[in-house]
Every structure is written in C-alpha cells, then in structure tokens.
C-alpha cells in the first residue's frame, strides 16, 4: 500500500537539493544561483534501471509521499512527470531552455529562480461568445456507458478503430513492446549542434556546458535514440496558449478537468490508473468575463475526459466527457465538416507508419510536401467549421514528438539520385514496417549526412 501524498513546498526544497550536490548534472550555472540545470533524458527501453535511481525526479516523488520504496512499483516516467507538472504550475520557477526538443537533442532543461513572479495583466477583450445554447455538451441523462458489454481484445489481433472502451478492471490492453530488432541499426557519425535562439544570459550557461563538446564525433542508434511515444501538448482557450505538457509515458494520457482522478475499480469511468493525468488549465487568467464564464460551463463538464491511448506507437482518442469533442488532423480535410468523437468508441488519430511512409516518399521526391502530423481536439464546438482556432473556446493541440523531430530533420533542401534508395518492406505488419521505415531514414540521414536528436555513446 503506497503512502498517503503530502503538500511540500516546491521551491526551498528544489533549492537545496541544487545546493547539495546530491544528483549527477543537477547544478547551479553561475554564481548568483539565478540558472540551474537539471538532467532531463529521454528514457528508452535500453536504459538501465540503476540510471533511473539516483535522480531528482525519484527523489521528488519520495518526498512528496507519491513513491514508497519496497512497497510501490518503480515509475521513473511517472516521477519525471510528477515534476514537471509542479514546476509548469509553480511561479516561482520559468523555463529558459528545453534541450528535449532541440535537433541535435540536449538531455537538460534551464530553468530561473523567480524571485518576484509576475501575474500576467492583459485587456479586456470585446469579441463575439457563442450562445450557452450553442455549446456541444451532452445531456447527463439518457445516453447508455456502451451498447453492448465490454470485451477483451485478443493480444494476436489487429486494434480496429472503432473498437469499444475496455472497462474491465485490468484496464486496455496495452500493445507498447517493440521487437529486439530494432537495436540492430548501423550506427552514423555526426557532431553536436548548438542549441536555439534564447537569452544570451541563458545562451551563456547553454554553451558553456555544451561548447567542449562541439567537436566530438558520436556514434548514435536512429530508433533508440527518437522518443517514440512522446507527445507534447498546448492548451489554447481563444488562441492565447493557457498551458502546454509533455507527455512521457508510453502508454498515453487522460485531459480532464476537476479533482477526480481514475482508480483500479473505476476503470469504466476514468479510464486505466496507469495513464498520465494531465488537468486543463484553469480560467483564473482570463480577463474576459463572457470568455471566462463559458470556457468554465465547459470545463465543468469534463470531469471525466478524454483519453489519448497509444497502441503500436499509434494515437486512439476515446472521449469519455460529457462535453462533446470534435477533432481533425492527418487524412482529414480542413476546412471540411465538423468530425465529432463518438462517446466511448476509441478511434485513430495518429499512424507513425502512415507518417512515416509519407516523409520518405517526399524525401525521395514524390510528394510536394512533408506529411502533416498536428493533431487538434476542440471541446464543446463544432471542429473544423468557417471559423479559425483562434475563435474557439478550448483547442487541444497534440505533437507526436518523433514525427517533428524527423521532420525538422529533412526540412531543408536535398538532392540526390532515388535510383540508389530502395524501400524493402518484408510485410504488412505494423511492427515490420516501422523498422524497415527507420531503416529507410536512417539511409536518407547518412547519404545527406544530416545530424538528428542523438543520445552520444563513447567511440
């Protein structure tokens, strides 16, 4: 039986474990103790478990009661995300620099100690709210859980789309395992990059830390190396960005809104206890009153959420809320009609094969353009229709992290023969073509001698 969670202040304490020396890489960037770095690495099936011990990500989840050692089941993703969620909603710490999302990638963050945090002022905005009336949100009485009881997904059957929500207390099933082959990649040669554009102050620390490394050669692993199941997502209530969160864990994610949060016997209501739970921003913030008082109408509704599940490195949407949730993305046409989610029906979101296919086939000069991979949820409004998202209440962007991170990789210009690129796919099965995908990139990469988000091994 786990410890009961407890309240702990994030700031004095976060302060003396920099000061104490305690955790590799978590360290102080300049004498005033204004920056400090702490060690952010992408985690993959190949690290060791002991890595993941002596972190200040475990050390957190201690402290706070999240984690008893001997009687709780290690979570280091669950302990990465438990701290990253209270640094986004403290004040008292802003995020300079996130290496996660360079090309090269950089396994750190930045973050400032603010010692004043500020409250964001901004004009009162005089645009047209839609009518209560016209808010989609179900009626709370008279539509059924499901239409017919629930039902185990064999392990050795394909996930079809429109398959029914698993209520049973075992929760989904989860189809996250990757075959052994896919560490068998050549190895490619490349050099570290220098980070983005950000404060020179915050540049300073950045090439300091990074600079004795510009020249070094690595060697790095293409799939070992790219966070298959990371997405990162932004929260935007009337175009203004309220929130945004990466989502670490391999099996997917629950949004919601509230205090309630999934057990092991209410499975059928919150979805599996072993997703990460991702709360919408709040309206505290908004200083229009109309846009406040009906962003709250809905936020009150999705107590129960929605989920974003990943199975075979795919995306499934499963709308549990009461507020209705219409979405578009890749294979969608935009502008066209509005595309609700049914109630409890998992549906397809996101395919990386799909993807993938498609960035190869613009690489080798037979598309016009990379493949799209942003996916959009708009909450309790007809989605897409004539109006912009800048004009919705809530709109929930999602970013497979893999798909931006390859394309930002073969964004720029090449050209070379496509005689001497040959795609072998051996089947149709989903984890066959995924490897021989990344192998087909992986060619591209050491033809164009493209550097990419790669963990360094010593040579």
């Known amino acids: 039986m786990s410890v009961q969670p407890r309240r702990v202040r994030l700031k004095p304490w976060l302060l003396a474990q920099v000061n104490s020396g305690r955790y590799p890489g978590l360290q102080w960037l300049g004498p005033d103790h204004r920056l400090f770095q702490i060690p952010w690495?992408?985690?993959?099936?190949?690290?060791?478990?002991?890595?993941?011990?002596?972190?200040?990500f475990k050390a957190w989840a201690v402290e706070t009661g999240k984690y008893l050692e001997g009687v709780d089941e290690p979570d280091p993703a669950k302990w990465k995300a438990n701290l990253r969620c209270a640094l986004n909603k403290s004040r008292e710490f802003q995020l300079k620099y996130?290496?996660?999302?360079?090309?090269?990638?950089?396994?750190?963050?930045i973050y400032e100690v603010c010692e004043h945090p500020g409250v964001t002022d901004g004009a009162e905005e005089e645009e047209e709210m839609p009518n209560l009336m016209d808010l989609s949100i179900n009626p709370p009485i008279g539509e059924p859980p499901f239409s017919e009881p629930p039902r185990l997904i064999p392990l050795d059957l394909p996930i079809a789309s429109d398959l029914q929500l698993q209520v049973e207390q075992r929760g989904f099933v989860q189809h996250t395992g990757l075959p052994n082959g896919l560490n068998d990649l050549n190895s490619l040669p490349a050099t570290q990059a220098e980070p983005g554009l950000m404060e020179a102050s915050?540049?300073?620390?950045?090439?300091?830390?990074?600079?004795?490394?510009?020249?070094?050669?690595?060697?790095y692993d293409l799939l070992s190396s790219v966070p298959l199941t990371d997405l990162d997502l932004k929260f935007q209530y009337r175009g203004t960005t309220m929130g945004s969160e990466t989502v670490s864990n391999p099996q997917g994610c629950r949004l919601y809104y509230g205090h309630l949060e999934p057990t092991p016997d209410q499975v059928d209501l919150f979805g599996p206890v072993?997703?990460?739970?991702?709360?919408f921003p709040g309206t505290s913030e908004i200083q229009n009153?109309?846009?406040?008082?009906y962003t709250d109408a809905l936020l009150d509704v999705m107590d129960r959420g929605l989920i974003l599940e990943i199975l075979d490195q795919d995306i499934y949407a499963i709308r549990l809320c009461q507020c209705k949730v219409f979405w578009s993305g890749p294979g969608l046409p935009e502008p066209g009609p509005p595309n609700p989610i049914e109630r409890e029906k998992r549906i397809k979101v996101f395919s990386l094969n799909d993807f993938l296919q498609g960035l190869i086939l613009y690489q080798k000069g037979e598309a016009p353009n990379p493949p799209?991979?942003?996916?959009?949820?708009?909450?309790?409004?007809?989605?897409p229709d004539k109006k912009p998202k800048e004009r919705k209440l809530i709109i929930v962007q999602v970013v497979p992290v893999v798909a931006r991170i390859l394309t930002e990789m073969f964004s720029g210009e090449m050209s070379w023969s496509t005689d001497s690129i040959r795609l072998q796919i051996s089947n149709p099965d989903v984890k066959d073509?995924?490897?021989?995908?990344?192998?087909e990139l992986q060619r591209l990469l050491q033809s164009q001698n493209?550097?990419?988000p790669w963990t360094a091994i010593a040579p």
């Open 289 to 293: 009153q109309k846009q406040r008082f």
């Open 372 to 383: 799209p991979f942003e996916v959009y949820f708009c909450f309790g409004e007809d989605w």
């Open 202 to 219: 915050t540049m300073e620390a950045v090439q300091n830390q990074t600079g004795s490394q510009n020249q070094q050669t690595f060697k």
């Open 41 to 56: 690495k992408h985690a993959t099936r190949h690290t060791p478990v002991s890595d993941e011990e002596n972190t200040i």
């Open 433 to 439: 073509q995924t490897v021989e995908q990344f192998k």
């Open 274 to 279: 072993s997703l990460q739970q991702v709360r």
């Open 450 to 452: 493209i550097q990419g």
């Open 98 to 109: 996130d290496g996660t999302k360079e090309t090269p990638l950089q396994p750190y963050k």
